[in-house]
Each structure stands twice: as structure tokens, then as C-alpha cells.
């Protein structure tokens, strides 16, 4: 009876019904779609710095993470890396070198950071190979690729010829002639101007030893970010002097801890959420119990006892949160779909914004769709809007019947 | 033993200076069966002393028993009970829950009382045929007119099988043609149901129709009338 009579009494003043859970669904749909937004960049950047920067896990050179100095390489890196497919058949693992040096051309010259990478197996990783606007992406020894702005320092265009030159651990000057295979633009400064890239094997000659590397990554297929499966990699890390396996988080700690400190922040966000609909329903649902409180009177009179009144009461506004927190399913799951299929391009807007620096960040901000949500929003606006519906609910059962029913 | 029975009670409204005593040592037997009327001029404490005989509200000073509860003993739980349980209330104006329609305003009570569907449906059903309403069972308030409404009214008083209807100006809403019939209605339900009425009116033709009139005058019984209708 008492669901029976709060599902009438919801739908007796309709318009006031709808405005409030149209209202209260909006908000809620627009704080639902800044968090699948915030959740989705999240995601995209850990994605872009595990599998284009770090990898799950890399071995390297204790304190290499924190100098990444050209000095501080190590010999024996197609060793460690084939010991690294061995613990982990189903990953990709990759060399990779990193060296700071001159590169010239014949109009120009900049400082650069050369990037030593494997081509095949790194082009499904980084997003650069996507962002090659001239030319293509790295196949010989003899290929470099480079940023739009580096291009224009350098004066050059495809084909032409550069030289870079790099100390690496000697006093010799060691150098190297590359074409350029390929410009790309990612949008970040620092990638666009201060690198380039070009095939590990190449950069070999410029070191002292055979087999060099700065860096062996693993990046895993399908890896829980938060569980990796390390030992493996730690067990072929200490099997060689002076070697050192990171997990990503180690790798990465600020990222890791900004993520966070983020993904807290936006608790506040539902906090807020609910802050409004407890404001939004108080309101309807207190306006509605003064408008009855005749009526209130009569069902006290009946003999209804007064907890009854106030669960029909509650029950009116938990309904109300309730299709409020429908309504913003409705309206936020199809945007949030959107975002997730076709994301926002904020490709130019991005600048020397990278929060990864040297890493190259797909353009497209995509929504995260999470289910869990579209469970709690409903839930939560009907909790919040229960809280909210206590204190009208109990003036009305403080009512005095007589009174209420003289009451006009 | 009396249905109700009332002595030396008071009510007094306020405090200090503007006291205002409603009520002021009323002796009063109600039997099973009546059909009786409370009259008298407006502000003489009508409704004050149906409501406390309704244990709507309570008295300052006395005794009230109604169907053998003691109402200045009993705490506002044990009254509600009581009301649901033992008496039937028919107002002015607006009686019914307007998002309840006609059959269900009828069984609210029994509803309350827990009484199970097809019984309570069942009870509903006979109370609003004997007010003359079948066939607009499914009808809201809304869809019916005032004497109609005070019908509904009736019939939600009588389906629980209380000890008393008490009725504050039942008739006082409506035009003479239609209070005429909800007249011949409750007096029709006293003869043949039995069922015990306790009026407080103005109205001349429900004066008329009942068998006792207690003509209160300041908040005291002036003149206790009966007669045979
Ligand atoms: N809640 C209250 N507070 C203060 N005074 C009250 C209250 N209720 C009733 N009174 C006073 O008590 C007296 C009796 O009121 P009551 O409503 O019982 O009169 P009545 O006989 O029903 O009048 P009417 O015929 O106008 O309905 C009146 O003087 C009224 O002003
Ligand atoms: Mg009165």
C-alpha cells in the first residue's frame, strides 16, 4: 500500500516530478561524463607511458631511470632481452638505447636525444609510427625519424642526409650518417624538436661494446597493471651484474601517484553529486509534504501509524533519486559510448602540455565507459535522496491530526 | 456498560491569560446503537469534544471511555490503534486520499488493520454498495462529486466494523438535495446495520433526522434531548 500511494503521490504532480529528476539527472549525467573522461585519459596515458615509454617491466642499469645517461649502458643486450622472451614467451620484449648528441645537416644542427628502438616490434607500441605526416616509419639501419620541428631546424626533407654524433663512453667522438625516413608531429614540443628515432642495431656503433643497450623492455599482452608478474624478470635482472628490473609503477612513480592523488579528487566530484540531489530532493519532497499536510492529517486520523507515514514519505524521495539517477544513466550512457568510440581530438591544443614529456600521447581524449557506475549513480541519488527525505518525513509524523486537518 | 462515557470532563486551549476552556466539565453516555447529534453555537466546544471522544485529542481534566478504553490513560501509539481499530471518522471536507480511488479509499482502514486482500475487497465492496456508489469503485476523488465523495466517506467509516462513526459536520460541504440523501443514508445504516453515529452539527435536517440532541452551550451539556425518529 504505502509503495502504491509514494509511486501516485510521484506521479501526481508530474511536472514537478519531471523538472526535479530531469534536473538532478543532467548534473548528474555531466559529472557522470567528466569522470568516464578523466578515468579515460588516465587509461590512454598509463597505456601510452607502459607500452610506449617503460613497458610493464624494464632491466637496466641501476640508476639509469633517474641520470639516463648515454655512459651508462650495458653489453649483452640481446642476451638479457632473449632470457626476457624466454620467462615470458607471449610478451614483447625490445632493446632500446638512448643516446644525447649533435645532429646536423647540411643547413643546420641541433642537440638532440637519439632514440635507438626496435622498429618491428615497437611500431603496434608507440603512437609515433601513426603520427608520421611525411615519409614512413623506420626499416633500415640507415633510416632516421624525426619531428616536424627538428626538420625545420635542421632544414632538411625526406631523403636528405644527417649526421649525428655522440661520446658515448671514451673520449672519441664517435658519428653516424642516417636519411631521413620519415617527419612526423605528435604536438608535443619536446618530441617533436628534441628527438629522434632510429634502429637500435644503428646505434650500436657508436658504443664501445657489441651487443649494447640502455634498456630491455617487456611489455606484457594482456597484464593487470596493478598485479605484474615480475619474478621472472627480476630472477634475469639479477642473474647479470649491475642490472636492475623496474615494474612500470617504479618507473614511473609520479605518474602512479598523480593518477591517484586525480582519481581521488574526483570522489569529490560525487561527494558534490550527492550534495545536490540531497538539496534538489529536500526541496521537492519538503514542498510536497506542506502542500498535503490536510491530507496527513486525514491518514493519522484513519489511525495510520506514524512509521508508516514516514517510510511512504522516505520511499517518495528515494523514488524520486532513484529516476533522477535513471535519468542520467539514460542520458550519460550514449555520450559516454561516444566518448569511448570516438573520443575528442584536442590534437594542436596540446602543445608542451605532454604530462609525459618525451612520450607520445594519442591525441584523442576517449570516455572510459564503466559499468559499476551505472549501477552506483542510480543507488547513490537514491541513498542521498533517502537522507534528504528524513527531516520532511518526520514533520510529517509529527503532525498533530486535528490540527493538520483544520489546516487549509 | 456505555459505548462511551464521559464525566467531568475538561479541555482547555492555551495558557495564562488567553486561556480558553473549550470544554469545561462535560457528563455525557453514548449507547451502542444511537443516532445522535451534538449541537449548539458555533465555538461551544463541539469538535473539541468529538475529537477527544475520537482520542484525536485529550482532555485537560475527566474521564473518557470509549468502547471501554480509558483514553486519558492510553499514549498516542495506543490512540492511533484505537482509532484504526474501533472508530470510523467522517470530516467536513476532503476526507479521502485523493490518489486512492473509491474502492481503495474504502479499505484503507481495513488495510491498516492488516486484513487480507480478498477480504478487505470484499468488505469494500459491500460498504460502497450500501452507500449506493457500485460501479464507480475505481473511480478517484476527483472523479466524483462532493456528496459522492462524503459517501466514500461513509462507506470508509463503516468497513471495519467500528464501534462509533463520529462525524464533524458531514453534511456541512454539501447542497440540501445531496445532504438530504447522505441523511436518509447514515439513518438508513443505523436501522439496519446497526451502526452507532455521533454527530456534531449545525444543520437543521440532520437535527431533525437523529434521536438525541446534546446541546452544548460554553463548554458544558445545556440540554440532552432524545426522542424517537
Ligand atoms: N487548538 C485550539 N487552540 C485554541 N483554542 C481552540 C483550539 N481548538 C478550539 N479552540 C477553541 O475552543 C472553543 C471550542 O471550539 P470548537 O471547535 O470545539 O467549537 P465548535 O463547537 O466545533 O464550533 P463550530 O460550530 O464553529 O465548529 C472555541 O472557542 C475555539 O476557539
Ligand atoms: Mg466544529
Known amino acids: 500500500m504505502i509503495w502504491n500511494m509514494a509511486v501516485r503521490n510521484i506521479r501526481r504532480n508530474k511536472r514537478r516530478t519531471l523538472i526535479t529528476t530531469v534536473g538532478l539527472g543532467l548534473i548528474m549525467a555531466v559529472m557522470m561524463m567528466t569522470f568516464a573522461l578523466q578515468s579515460g585519459s588516465w587509461v590512454a596515458m598509463l597505456k601510452a607511458a607502459i607500452e610506449g615509454g617503460a613497458g610493464h617491466m624494464v632491466v637496466q642499469q641501476e640508476g639509469w631511470q633517474t641520470e639516463q645517461e648515454a655512459s651508462m649502458f650495458f653489453d649483452g643486450a640481446s642476451k638479457v632481452q632473449s632470457e626476457l622472451q624466454q620467462a615470458y614467451p607471449d610478451a614483447t620484449v625490445v632493446r632500446r638505447t638512448l643516446i644525447g648528441g649533435l645532429i646536423t645537416s647540411a643547413n643546420g644542427s641541433s642537440a638532440i636525444q637519439l632514440k635507438g628502438i626496435e622498429p618491428g616490434p615497437e611500431r603496434g607500441l608507440t603512437l609515433l609510427d601513426d603520427n608520421v605526416r611525411e615519409g614512413e616509419w623506420l626499416s633500415t639501419d640507415r633510416d632516421i625519424v624525426i619531428g616536424t620541428g ?84 627480476a630472477r634475469v635482472a639479477s642473474a647479470h651484474e649491475g642490472l636492475k628490473m623496474l615494474t612500470w609503477k617504479e618507473a614511473l612513480p609520479l605518474l602512479q601517484e598523480q593518477m591517484e592523488l586525480d582519481m581521488k579528487g574526483s570522489y569529490v566530484i560525487f561527494l ?51 529516476l533522477g539517477g535513471l535519468v542520467a544513466n539514460v542520458v550519460a550512457f550514449p555520450v559516454i559510448l561516444w566518448l569511448q568510440e570516438k573520443g575528442i581530438d584536442y590534437g594542436d591544443m596540446m602543445g608542451s602540455a605532454n604530462p609525459l614529456g618525451d612520450v607520445a600521447l594519442d591525441t584523442v581524449l576517449r570516455g572510459q565507459l564503466s559499468a559499476p557506475m551505472f549501477l552506483l549513480v542510480p543507488i547513490g541519488a537514491a541513498i542521498m535522496a533517502l537522507v534528504a527525505s528524513i527531516y520532511p518525513a518526520l514533520k510529517a509524523a509529527r503532525l498533530q491530526p486535528v490540527e493538520a486537518i483544520r489546516h487549509t | 456498560m456505555a459505548l462511551v462515557e464521559i464525566s467531568g470532563l475538561s479541555r482547555t486551549y492555551g495558557e495564562g491569560d488567553i486561556q480558553v476552556k473549550a470544554l469545561n466539565g462535560v457528563d455525557l453516555q453514548i449507547d451502542k446503537g444511537e443516532f445522535a447529534a451534538l449541537m449548539g453555537p458555533s465555538g461551544c466546544g463541539k469538535s473539541t469534544l468529538l475529537n477527544i471522544i475520537g482520542g484525536l485529542d485529550s482532555p485537560t481534566a475527566g474521564t473518557v471511555r470509549v468502547d471501554g478504553n480509558d483514553l486519558s490513560m492510553v499514549d498516542d501509539q495506543h490512540r492511533s490503534e484505537l482509532r484504526r481499530n474501533r472508530l470510523g471518522f467522517v470530516f467536513q471536507a476532503y476526507n479521502l486520499i485523493p490518489v486512492l480511488t473509491a474502492a481503495e479509499n474504502a479499505e484503507f482502514v481495513l488495510q491498516l ?96 433526522a437523529v434521536d438525541r440532541t446534546i446541546q452544548l452551550v460554553d463548554g458544558t451539556v445545556d440540554k440532552d434531548v432524545r426522542r424517537a425518529n
Open chain 1, 150 to 233: 627538428l626538420a625545420r631546424t635542421l632544414g632538411v626533407g625526406l631523403g636528405d642526409k644527417v649526421v649525428f654524433m655522440a661520446q658515448v663512453a671514451t673520449d672519441d667522438v664517435e658519428s653516424r650518417l642516417y636519411r631521413v625516413k620519415g617527419i612526423y608531429r605528435t604536438g608535443t614540443d619536446v618530441i617533436d624538436n628534441f628527438l629522434a628515432y632510429t634502429t637500435v642495431d644503428s646505434t650500436a656503433e657508436l658504443f664501445p661494446v657489441d651487443d649494447p643497450g640502455h634498456q630491455v623492455a617487456v611489455i606484457l599482452p594482456n597484464a593487470d597493471r596493478d598485479d605484474i608478474p615480475s619474478d621472472g624478470a
Open chain 1, 272 to 322: 558534490f553529486m550527492g550534495i545536490i540531489v540531497l538539496v534538489g530532493v529536500l526541496n521537492t519532497v519538503l514542498m510536497s509534504v506542506m502542500e498535503r499536510i490536510r491530507e496527513f492529517g486525514v491518514l493519522l486520523a484513519l489511525g495510520m501509524p506514524k512509521k508508516r507515514l514516514v517510510r511512504m514519505v522516505l520511499l517518495e524521495g528515494l523514488l524520486l533519486g532513484f
Open chain 2, 113 to 208: 488493520q492488516g486484513v487480507d486482500k480478498a477480504e478487505r475487497r470484499r468488505k469494500a465492496l459491500e460498504a460502497l454498495a450500501s452507500v449506493g456508489l457500485q460501479g464507480m469503485e475505481d473511480r478517484f476523488p476527483n472523479q466524483l462529486s462532493g456528496g459522492q465523495q462524503q459517501r466514500v466517506a461513509i462507506a470508509r467509516a463503516i468497513a471495519a466494523d467500528p464501534a462509533i462513526v463520529l462525524a464533524d459536520e458531514p453534511t456541512a460541504n454539501l447542497d440540501s438535495v445531496n445532504s438530504h440523501h447522505l441523511i436518509e443514508l447514515m439513518r438508513t445504516l443505523n436501522r439496519d446495520k446497526g451502526v452507532t453515529f455521533l454527530f456534531a452539527t449545525h444543520d437543521p435536517k440532520l437535527l431533525d
